[in-house]
């Protein structure tokens, strides 16, 4: 589809008798103003930005056409906004084939807290083992729970 | 029980077993992550009210709102969750599962490792929040809502926290010259100082000048009167520089609200509207938004400044003598791939 598409094109540029000339001044001329318009826009910064969820939720083309009315609505306005949602299919698409990592590592750690502690003091600089500790015995009988099932 | 719950259990009864059918799945997935069926209840309530009550007067029906629940990244809703209640398994399985996209794409995005592995900490942090607020930690996590998911989030939070970094060592650098130079490089023009160059016979300055007034009126009038989906169509286009696969990505999704909206328009729809989009069917948009501005271009030129063929003719001339190189094809230029593409924004 897309080859025969690039074909057309490819003729219609070796064929430019079949361009109207109108056609392409516009496309230009649009192309200037556009530009010079946001230059403008710039300036004047908008009080409002569309926070992380909504912005990636658009990006990711998952709203429905009623949620995304005001949020189109702003992006036309918000070249920030805009540069974001830009740079965020970019960012999709480069990364389109990653690989998604679902199943989790078999190797689960017999006490998930000394991962998150070291992760967590590595970040915060200090040893923040206690942040999970509510939950260590919880899980340490569970472990133990599960091992013993697996002996069994 | 919150508030949120109360509200939506008075106005949308009928909704109550989706959110269990729900809760029930994610719980059978991750029995380990402490979520009770009331959170869950409270996050998509709150999710419903963001993005179906508070963008139209109407109330949406039940079974819009039974619609919207089936499409919430249930899983990925939560697994945020219980990350936000600081549920460790739940930490644990979101390292696992995303900490290496996203260093990836912070690498992929950040100027140096140094300034990733800033950014990556710093998003750490942000997702485990260390703001408390009425004894609470507020985490991060807590904002996102499900409906797109979780690794887009992901992504959306990395580049704010890359944008804050490079504020942060950019003091004098205002928020919106910033971002210009944030992404693909952005060669503004002005348009009311075109240099247009050339002496054309017959034609002083006087009348180059009210040539030059009347196209700028005509064109900014123009686009004024397109929908705002044609425009955002055109501006990622020519301002934002998006490539046509990259609008047709952005449309993918059989949802997209500017799918949606110009297979609406269309007159020629496709047979079947679920079906992938091309870069010919955007670039088709493209050309319909262009028949329209050029439409409304010369209309105004004709009926409210009164000029003729020849004159709308010298307009056009006048105003794109220096944009030759300038065309709708420009874009058809294969991307790199981004393995071997590495993008250095900040």
Redesign the interface.
Known sequence: ??R???T??EA??ENKQLINP??????????????????RD??M?QERHL???????????????????????H??SC??C???????????????D?EV??A??DN??SR??E??SN??S???GTNDSA??AH??KE?DL?DMKDSKDIEK | MPPEVIQYENSFPECESVMVETYERCAQNAPNFGVLAEHLKDSLCKTVRKYLQNNSSEEPTTEEIKDFLRQIQADDLFLAIACANGNERAWWEFDQRHRSYLERVTRHLARTDIDAQEAIDSVYVELYGTRVVNGERVSKFATYSGRGSLRGWLRTVIWHSLVDLHRASHDEVSLDEMTENVGEGHAHANFAEVNLGGEVDMINQIAKDRYRKATLSAIENAFANLDDHEKLLLLYYHVENLKLREIARLVENSESPLRGWFQRKSASREKNPATRIHESTVMRWLEKSYANVLKMFRDELQAVHKLSEDELSICMELATQDLAGSSLYRNLTTTKNPSTQRRNLF
Do not use: Y
């Open positions: 589809m897309s025969v598409f690039r057309g094109v219609k540029m109108q056609d392409i001044q516009i496309q230009g001329l649009l192309d200037r103003f556009l530009r010079s318009q946001v230059s710039s300036l910064t926070d992380e969820d909504s912005l990636a939720a658009f990006a990711e083309g998952n709203l429905g056409e009623r949620e995304a009315l005001p949020i189109v609505n992006l036309v070249s920030f805009r540069h974001v949602t830009a740079e965020l299919v970019r960012l999709d698409l480069a990364f389109a990653d990592r679902i989790v590592n689960e750690p998930i807290s991962v998150l992760l967590l590595r970040i915060f942040v999970f939950q260590e899980d569970e």
